[in-house]
């Protein structure tokens, strides 16, 4: 006998199509119609909370005077929570936040009670990561879902008989690299193929026997499922008779208005005993990532990049400096302060969030979610620091009056080597701002002349350092047990060489001030005759901007690196596409000017500056077919006719004993509608690479995509 299970739910996106109290405040509405359901259909059995445990917050945040109420729909197993913090997109974000999410949503629904769904819920990632069986099964998660990254789900989220389907049904066994499994699910009609269902005999006939005749040519068992919802969908408040109606049509077929773990439990006992397996990562790349949306990439770059920086405070400075703190001093391991950072920071990691396809006043408010988790981390990695800093013997390091020890932390799990700008108090006058003038002990540290200095390090040897400036600032101690007292200091920021600093360390230096007759020691420099260079790799400067990097281990030279290509896109905010017959525009083809930003024995730096011209945007046929809602594939715009200047600065910097190239871009986009690509050409022919990802490197198929 088919048993057909019902889930009702709604994917609740926070922010998208609207700012993010927009699609809140329908949430409030929601689960108050949830609760009156609840509480008036007593054939009303569960709803499906979207697998992330925030939406409890969210609504907690304006019905306070709930709790209670939600607690008791918790208890009875009616709201099913969990297992996650927020749905996030896996590959824009770091490893480390993919198991914040699962550690936190877990805690979070265990803080509710026992009624946590067991499944790993991925309804609609652009794309799974190849982690997440390992992942899930360290959680206690046997069973995946999700909505892409296998085919038979096709653009669009529908098919055609050419498609090259990954597995002949929509449940398979996911393999990770570590040869972890999990059941996964496919949902290959989507997660809204039970929605609104009639009540109609005549509608509901119709309605369940294509529905019904689509989920059977995926589904390896009589077990069928139907999810009742979609994005931000209402409750369906008449759907129990509606399940009624369906049993009445369908005698020889039962329909259970049930829950995922339901589904699964009896899924298992009726599986076959062979099924397809899939490995690894799920991106679907057959259709040049059209449905795992892999464009969003790039979209809104300076909201990737403040991702980067705060995930990197957390992971990399905050928390390492804490958990030093806590094991050498008496510092108690901030637990609770770190997870509001983290929360803050993912509330950014949702798909539409982090892969900014949504509208403008989301990722205006991404920004300030942004600001306060760096915030919390900063203070976090301050407090920490000051007590460090308490137990620091600097004495190991001899130095005389006038000479300045310094303390740099290497914080990372590995092996560094590269330059530190360090901040460096010189002399330091605390004041009461009530009775001194703040104007003239300003003034005084501004006009004192600063010493030249040289940096020793704790054997006594002079190492690579560079003063680059001195400033005179105001600032307050916070004293834990005072009022905050003032003082203005001047400071000096030095860039200094550290060679194969051992991870998780630390290591003290001296600033030592040069007598007027101590002769300098004179300064190799890394940039001659046109190429900048060190052990590993040397560098050669074209006129037309262009590098020739020469790996000096191998020999082998790649030629012209790093144009910059423009094109223009009359895509989506998901979805790159270029104008038919459109060229794309070289920034090898204007006049580049090279220049050297600075020159010494330890680090170089040129600067290449060029002033493109390309298109303002693309032509008004554009913006109408935009207003039509045409479908991105059949839009025919082409570029204006209309030019204006688009200058591109470039910093291309080499260290010291690195093996890495730094390479700063900075423009300001006074264009629309287009892209801007750094191209690098490495000459190899293959079908495939390795790239960076989540807890793992993963190999890939090289693809031929605009």
Known sequence: M???????HSHWDREWYMPFEQHHMRLIELIDNLIKLFKTDPEYKYFHLDGQTIILDDYLQVRPENREIIQNLINQGKLQIGPFYILQ???????????????????????WGKHMVHVGYFPDTFGNMGQAPQM????????????????????????????????????MKWVGPDNSSVLGILFANWYDNGKEIPTDPIKAKAFWDKKLTDAEKSASTDDLLFLNGSDH???QMDLSKAIRTANELYPDIEFIHGNYDMYIEQLKKDLPKKIDEIDGELT?????????LANTASNRIYLKQWNTKVSKQLE?????LATIASQKTDFEYPHDQLRYAWKWLMQNHPHDSICACSVDDVADEMITRFKKSNQVGKFVADAALNKIKGQLNTNKIPHNLGEIPFTVFNTGTSNKTGTVIAEIPIKKIKFNPNKDSSEKIYQALKNENTPKYTVYDDQNKTIPAEVLDSKVKFNFDLPKDKFRRAYIEKVIHVKILMENMKPVSWKTFKLVPLNIDSKVLQKNSMIHDGILENEFLAIKFSKNGTLSVTDKQTGHLFKDQ??????????????YRAPKNSRPIFSSDFPNKIVIKENNSFVGKVEIKVKMRIPVSMNKKLKEEQEEHLDYRLRTAQRSGRFTDFTIQTEV??????????????????????RVRALFSTGLQTKEHYADSIFEVVKRPMLLCQ
């Open 2 to 8: 088919k048993r057909v299970y019902i889930v009702p």
């Open 136 to 171: 899930l099964k360290q959680v206690g998660l046997d069973t995946a879902m999700f909505g892409r990254g296998v085919k038979p789900t096709g653009f669009s989220n529908s098919t055609s008989p050419e498609d090259k389907f990954s597995t002949e049904f929509s449940e």
């Open 316 to 320: 990399n400075i905050a928390e390492p």
């Open 233 to 235: 969908e209402p409750v």
């Open 284 to 292: 679907s790349q057959e259709t040049n990532g059209w449905t795992t």
């Open 562 to 575: 790093l144009c910059y290509e423009d094109t223009g896109d009359l895509g989506n905010e998901y979805v």
């Open 653 to 674: 910097t080499l260290e010291k004993g690195s093996r890495r190239i730094g390479i700063r871009t900075s423009f300001d986009n006074n264009s629309m509608d287009h």
């Open 89 to 111: 997109d896996a590959f824009l974000t770091s490893s480390e936040s993919n198991a914040r999410d699962m550690l936190i949503g877990h805690r979070d629904s265990k803080s």
